[in-house]
């Protein structure tokens, strides 16, 4: 878990945020975290007189702060030996969030998500494809803890990242071992080869299995360091070749067949010009699931596209 030093939490000062802080609670004990900062956006007050915005912003400041405060407070204890910060802003929550994310370095972004799938406008969904770095994302009302992990894959670089996120988390809460999905399926004119749909299949997983096996290899960067997935930490990592034309819909089964209570996923751009976008599976999953789940990425992907909408 020595990635995630610093911790962004944004709070909505509502019953959803107990959910959030629960979660910093563990990743900083776990991950021995220097500053977790909850921070609150209230919205710009236009309602109000221009000669007493000013007063009535202080104040509100202050109420949000203080309940802010009352909320953490309990979580949160003496010999966490973690540093706590209160942020109250007045503005855009994704632009306040993605300012405070870019100035202050921060490694984790955490936040609730609504357990409703909705499709769009989703604070939630806006921030991971634009911020710099993983975003966990904790549906209201789940409980801070997990004991099965699943990380999809389509042997990409981002999914090396997740896994190597995945095998973290699973070391530092003492899990010996961790689900990975892979999703394959039978291409479109398959039968020109003289195979029949059951043969290529069995073709297909042959593949997806080699694939793996190669994956498990492949090196991974931390900071100056490189070393390699397969030092996995004595976790022991069980494949799972499913066939699926929809990647989503196998993961939902899985979810439910395993009961995972972690998802990890890769959450890079498409291709390297668009490192503030997220890939279909990744976003489906964001909106829909209701488990909590780590979008992984590379800190720092995106910051160029980011220092562009940040003067906009």
Same mark, same amino acid.
């Given at each position: 878990?020595?990635?995630?030093?610093?911790?962004?939490?944004?709070?909505?000062?509502?019953?959803?945020?107990?959910?959030?802080?629960?979660?910093?609670?563990?990743?900083?004990?776990?991950?021995?975290? %220097?500053?977790?900062?909850?921070?609150?956006?209230?919205?710009?007050?236009?309602?109000?007189?221009?000669?007493?915005?000013?007063?009535?912003? %202080?104040?509100?400041?202050?109420?949000?702060?203080?309940?802010?405060?009352?909320?953490?407070?309990?979580?949160?204890?003496?010999?966490?030996?973690?540093?706590?910060?209160?942020?109250?802003? %007045?503005?855009?929550?994704?632009?306040?969030?993605?300012?405070?994310?870019?100035?202050?370095?921060?490694?984790?972004?955490?936040?609730?998500?609504?357990?409703?799938?909705?499709?769009?406008?989703?604070?939630?969904?806006?921030?991971?494809?634009?911020?710099?770095?993983?975003?966990?994302?904790?549906?209201?009302?789940?409980?801070?803890?997990?004991?099965?992990?699943?990380?999809?894959?389509?042997?990409?670089?981002?999914?090396?990242?997740?896994?190597?996120?995945?095998?973290?988390?699973?070391?530092?809460?003492?899990?010996?071992?961790?689900?990975?999905?892979?999703?394959?399926?039978?291409?479109?004119?398959?039968?020109?080869?003289?195979?029949?749909?059951?043969?290529?299949?069995?073709?297909?997983?042959?593949?997806?299995?080699?694939?793996?096996?190669?994956?498990?290899?492949?090196?991974?960067?931390?900071?100056?360091?490189?070393?390699?997935?397969?030092?996995?930490?004595?976790?022991?990592?069980?494949?799972?070749?499913?066939?699926?034309?929809?990647?989503?819909?196998?993961?939902?089964?899985?979810?439910?067949?395993?009961?995972?209570?972690?998802?990890?996923?890769?959450?890079?751009?498409?291709?390297?010009?668009?490192?503030?976008?997220?890939?279909?599976?990744?976003?489906?999953?964001?909106?829909?699931?209701?488990?909590?789940?780590?979008?992984?990425?590379?800190?720092?992907?995106?910051?160029?596209?980011?220092?562009?909408?940040?003067?906009?």
């Amino acid at each position: 878990m020595y990635r995630y030093k610093r911790l962004l939490v944004a709070l909505s000062l509502n019953e959803q945020d107990e959910a959030s802080i629960r979660y910093a609670s563990l990743v900083a004990r776990l991950a021995k975290s %220097e500053n977790v900062t909850f921070m609150h956006v209230i919205s710009s007050m236009i309602d109000i007189p221009e000669e007493l915005q000013a007063e009535f912003s %202080e104040y509100s400041a202050d109420l949000a702060r203080d309940k802010m405060k009352k909320l953490v407070t309990g979580y949160f204890s003496d010999d966490h030996r973690t540093t706590i910060d209160y942020k109250v802003v %007045e503005g855009s929550p994704l632009m306040e969030l993605l300012h405070y994310v870019k100035v202050n370095d921060i490694d984790l972004v955490i936040m609730t998500k609504r357990l409703e799938p909705v499709e769009s406008g989703m604070l939630s969904v806006k921030l991971t494809r634009r911020v710099p770095c993983s975003v966990l994302l904790i549906p209201e009302k789940s409980k801070a803890t997990f004991t099965n992990i699943l990380v999809p894959t389509d042997f990409s670089d981002n999914s090396i990242d997740a896994m190597d996120a995945a095998v973290a988390f699973a070391s530092a809460r003492g899990i010996n071992q961790i689900y990975c999905l892979h999703a394959y399926n039978v291409p479109i004119g398959y039968y020109k080869i003289g195979k029949s749909y059951e043969e290529f299949a069995e073709i297909m997983k042959g593949h997806a299995e080699k694939n793996f096996n190669n994956f498990l290899q492949k090196d991974v960067c931390h900071g100056d360091t490189v070393c390699q997935i397969k030092d996995l930490k004595g976790i022991t990592v069980i494949p799972i070749f499913k066939l699926e034309k929809k990647p989503a819909q196998a993961i939902k089964e899985e979810i439910k067949n395993l009961n995972i209570d972690l998802l990890v996923i890769g959450a890079r751009g498409r291709h390297a010009g668009a490192g503030v976008l997220l890939g279909s599976v990744t976003e489906s999953e964001i909106k829909t699931t209701t488990i909590p789940i780590l979008a992984v990425k590379k800190k720092g992907t995106g910051m160029n596209l980011l220092d562009a909408l940040m003067e906009l």
